[in-house]
């Protein structure tokens, strides 16, 4: 199972947590005070973690970044190497050989090494050319593990990473975590369950107990909104306005 970067994971943890408890004050806030007041109280609230938010942004972003670099040179290295050059010529030769005329079982065995490797630019190649050469199963074998690929599958993690700590710190407190990509720690932690990675206390606080996430609110959420269904409104809107104390007088 597929690991995220150790500090980055304890960074978001800390945002998530910073950033649920802001929420939960804004709500009561919106809930309890006239508009005038619940704007001043939320502003506060919103002022109080913004300095902090910044600092886990600089961090999450480089991490992120260090992070798409070394995958990418990693596995350029691998593909590279004499070795792996030499594996992908003989597949090619031993297809050639047999007339690309080969059995499921025999080819799945003669690409092994390239999924092992995780090469994906050499089995996207193969399954053009088994399609190329009506064999298409073994064409959609290929491209099927070609997508599957653990430098894509991690840049598409840690840049969803990246959207979600440079939200804007309004849309991450008050806005609606459906309506606004990546916005929420939710959908951070259901893409990395859906991507494979492992999430193991990805779902508590950093050094405490406090659950992070409510996966089932948010999925309901989804639905509810793709089957145009009753939601409970945002604490803020963003629309044309941005300011709040209008918005909450709505």
């Given at each position: 199972m597929k690991r995220l970067?150790?500090?980055?994971?304890?960074?978001l943890r800390r945002d998530a947590k910073m950033v649920k408890d802001a929420r939960v004050q804004a709500r009561k806030a919106k809930e309890i005070y006239k508009p005038e007041v619940a704007s001043e109280i939320i502003l506060k609230e919103i002022n109080s973690i913004k300095g902090l938010r910044e600092n886990y942004k600089k961090s999450i972003n480089r991490l992120v970044?260090?992070?798409?670099?070394?995958?990418?040179e990693a596995h350029e290295n691998q593909y590279r190497s004499e070795g792996h050059q030499a594996t992908i010529s003989n597949i090619l030769k031993m297809l050639e050989l047999r007339n690309f005329?080969?059995?499921?079982?025999?080819?799945?065995?003669?690409?092994?090494?390239?999924?092992?490797?995780?090469?994906?630019?050499?089995?996207d190649m193969l399954g053009d050319l088994m399609s190329s050469k009506e064999k298409h199963d073994l064409s959609f074998y290929c491209?099927?593990?070609?997508?599957?690929?653990?430098?894509?599958?991690?840049?598409?993690?840690?840049?969803?990473?990246?959207?979600?700590?440079?939200?804007?710190?309004?849309?991450?407190?008050?806005?609606?975590?459906?309506?606004?990509?990546?916005?929420?720690?939710?959908?951070?932690?259901?893409?990395?369950?859906?991507?494979?990675?492992?999430?193991?206390?990805?779902?508590?606080?950093?050094?405490?107990?406090?659950?992070?996430?409510?996966?089932?609110?948010?999925?309901?959420?989804?639905?509810?909104?793709?089957?145009?269904?009753?939601?409970?409104?945002?604490?803020?809107?963003?629309?044309d306005r941005t300011d709040i104390e209008k918005q909450l007088s709505e």
């Open positions: 970067d150790s500090e980055i994971v304890n960074f970044e260090v992070g798409i670099k070394e995958i990418r005329d080969v059995s499921e079982k025999q080819f799945k065995n003669l690409v092994a090494p390239l999924i092992k490797a995780d090469d994906y630019i050499t089995l491209k099927q593990n070609a997508k599957q690929n653990e430098v894509e599958l991690t840049e598409k993690m840690l840049n969803a990473i990246s959207e979600y700590i440079n939200t804007d710190i309004l849309k991450s407190v008050g806005g609606d975590p459906v309506k606004y990509k990546n916005s929420s720690y939710e959908e951070i932690y259901i893409l990395a369950q859906n991507l494979g990675f492992d999430v193991t206390d990805m779902d508590r606080e950093y050094g405490g107990s406090d659950i992070l996430v409510d996966t089932d609110a948010f999925v309901k959420r989804q639905i509810d909104i793709a089957m145009d269904l009753p939601v409970d409104d945002p604490i803020l809107k963003f629309d």
